[in-house]
Every structure is written in C-alpha cells, then in structure tokens.
C-alpha cells in the first residue's frame, strides 16, 4: 500500500458521537486525500491536503472536517456521526493534484 | 452531470477471452488517464497509466486513449479468474482553475474458469 496506513482498521460508533480516522504515509508526498466509497457512488473525494495546514474540500465534505499538523498525518473527524456516514473510507497519497494516486487499506466505519 | 463514465456492468468473460473496459470523459482538456484494479474489500491498485493517444501495452494489459472520442480503454488479453475484480477508470478534471483526478464509479470484472 506504498507506505500508507489507515487506523482503525474498523469501527462501529453511535449516532452523535464523534469520530477521527487517521491516516499516515512515510513516502513524503505532499497531497493527500479523504474518499469514502460506497455502493452505487464509487469513489467520493471529501476532503484534500496540498500541505501542512493546507487543506480544501471536495465533493462531499458536509458533515466531515480535517487536519495536517504533520506531513505523514492526514486526519478525518465526524464530529457527530451520523448514520448517512457509514461507508468504507481510503486515504490516499499523490505528488500532484491530478497525477497518480496511491490508497491506503481503508477504513469500515459503521454509525449505528 | 457525470465527468467519468463507466459502461454499465458486470462483465463477464471466460477464462483465455479478452476482456474490454471503456471510460468516457467529458473534459477535452483532461491529460492524464490512470486504471486501477480493486479486488472485493480491498484498496484500489494502480495498474495503467497513458498520457499520450494510442495504446501502451503492459503484460497482458493494454491501455487505449483516444483524445478526439474522449474515451480510454482497457483491454485484458488471456483473462485469468484472478483478473476478477473492479476496474476505476480515473481522469483529470478541470474545474476552473483547478484539475482534480475524478474517478468513473467502476466496472466489475468475472472471468469464468
């Protein structure tokens, strides 16, 4: 997974409770981004990263806030979990906004 | 209005044939084309990229670009079982000033034995 991962692995959480998902690369690219994926949806952009601190929203970022303290972590919170937020998430990592893109091993969250 | 199409699946071929994957794209401008193979619950894989009109071939892959139709293609001569999977199609978009990569939402793969 090019030096990705993504932790938890799985999660189940409650309705109101808020929720982070971490992701860290140790390859030094300097975008990384949120999907989350779900069927009949594919591929859904929530959040992006062009550096420490830089972040900017994609399609689907309603409900989702992110962070870059470092350049190996990319963190996703819900800050209250709703159930339309079940899904699988992925971190990725590129060296341009619209170059290759490397995933990680995702995230199965389930919002009870 | 969708930026990355996919034809409509599941695809089924038998173990030998080839298997033929389509993506269509509405951005002329779009410059890079990228495939990625995503096995059942596990992470999509970078497996072809074409920048230029033609074909690039890799192995048994085969990608095809032609800028004119806005379509790309992926071909998989002597399909294995191990070869079922889903298949993203994935081009740059531009909107505005930007170009993100946008991913089509995927064509499912069998390869019958």
């Known amino acids: 997974d090019a030096g990705i991962t993504q932790s938890p692995r799985h999660k189940v959480t409650e309705t109101g409770t808020p929720v982070t998902l971490r992701c860290h690369q140790t390859?030094?690219?300097?975008?990384m981004y949120w999907y989350r994926q779900d069927p009949g949806h594919g591929l859904r952009l929530i959040h992006y990263?062009?550096?420490?601190?830089?972040?900017d929203k994609g399609e689907v970022s309603d409900g989702y806030s992110v962070s870059r303290s470092k350049t190996e972590d990319f963190l996703l919170t819900l800050e209250s979990a709703t159930s339309s937020q079940t899904s699988v998430y992925f971190c990725?990592?590129?060296?341009?906004?619209?170059?290759?893109?490397?995933f990680g091993p995702g995230t199965r969250l389930t919002v009870t | 209005q969708k930026e990355v199409e996919q034809n409509s699946g599941p695809l089924s071929v038998p173990e030998g044939a080839i298997a033929s994957l389509n993506c269509t794209y509405s951005?002329?401008?779009?410059?890079?084309f990228f495939w990625y193979r995503q096995y059942s619950g596990k992470s999509p894989e970078l497996i072809m990229f074409?920048?230029?009109?033609g074909d690039k071939e890799d192995g048994r892959f085969t990608a095809q670009l032609n800028k004119a139709s806005q379509y790309v293609s992926l071909l998989i001569r002597d399909s294995q079982p191990s070869d079922s999977a889903t298949y993203l199609c994935?081009?740059?978009?531009?909107?505005?000033?930007?170009?993100?990569?946008?991913f089509g939402k995927g064509i499912t793969l069998s390869v019958r034995p």
């Open positions: 990263s062009y550096g420490v601190k830089d972040t």
């Open positions: 074409i920048y230029s009109n």
């Open positions: 951005d002329r401008g779009s410059q890079s």
């Open positions: 994935a081009v740059n978009i531009y909107t505005g000033a930007n170009s993100k990569l946008t």
């Open positions: 390859e030094n690219h300097r975008y």
């Open positions: 990725a990592i590129g060296t341009s906004l619209d170059y290759e893109q490397y």
